[in-house]
């Protein structure tokens, strides 16, 4: 590791920190979660974060046995990095850290940034695989023209992917942020489309199916004041 800043513990959750802790590695990690990238795919999807911290953690995260680069074998040979197994372990780990932290995420600032990426592990992180078992089941969702995924949902297995695709049973299209509050059950499908913060090309019985299918447990509810036992 290039770093020298340690926990001083024995102790396993402390090197996994030391490894995967560092500002912005998790996210790095997030993004190649769906395949190898290049550098500049990364700073596309990470636009905040300076090349020399990008390659920083690159090094850092490749030092660790988590990341490895690769040349293409195709006539532009260009460089992409990618997860190794070791770090490929990391998919279930980030997708139920994700699905923690959607718990207490509530709305979009203005400046916040909402990638294909980002659209794609929003929905293997909230997917319910019990309430799929028997489902088969295509969705389109457009967040815009440029932001396109499609989820084909077959027998309680999911396969989520950027774009469109031509056997869609139902499009469903978001008018802002409606889908945080349709995954945590705070809109009814039946309120989003009287709203009209929800728009579908299909039958209106898919998007409520879209609305079991994909889910935001609540959290705990807070106590006030002192708790005595």
């Known amino acids: 590791m290039t770093t020298t800043r340690t926990y001083g513990q024995f102790c396993g959750l402390a090197r996994a920190l030391e490894i995967i802790g560092e500002r912005w590695s998790m996210l790095v990690i997030r993004d190649l979660i769906l395949g190898p990238k290049r550098f500049t795919d990364l700073q596309r999807g990470l636009p905040r974060i ?112 950027s774009g469109d695709h031509p056997s869609a049973d139902i499009v469903i299209e978001p008018q802002g942020p409606v889908l945080i509050d349709l995954f945590n059950g705070n809109l009814t499908a039946a309120e989003a489309m009287a709203s009209g913060r929800v728009k579908i090309e299909g039958a209106f019985a898919h998007l409520e199916l879209f609305t079991k299918l994909f889910r935001i447990p609540p959290k705990p509810e807070l106590s006030d004041g002192l708790i005595l036992h």
């Not at 709305?107 to 997917?127: M, N, W």
């Not at 319910?128 to 967040?143: C, D, I, K, N, S």
Request: proline share 3%.
């Open 50 to 161: 300076p090349a020399s911290i990008l390659s920083s953690r690159l090094n850092e995260l490749e030092q660790a046995g988590v990341v490895r680069r690769r040349v293409l074998p195709q006539l532009d040979a260009g460089l992409v990095y990618e997860l190794t197994e070791y770090g490929s372990e990391l998919d279930h780990i980030l997708l139920d850290l994700g699905l923690w932290g959607a718990r207490s995420l509530g709305y979009p600032k203005g400046d916040d940034v909402f990638t294909t990426d980002a659209a794609i592990l929003s929905l293997y992180t909230t997917f319910q695989e019990e309430a799929a078992r028997g489902v088969h089941m295509t969705y389109v969702v457009r967040h815009s023209d440029s932001l396109i995924v499609h989820a084909m949902i077959d027998d309680g297995t999911l396969k989520v992917s």
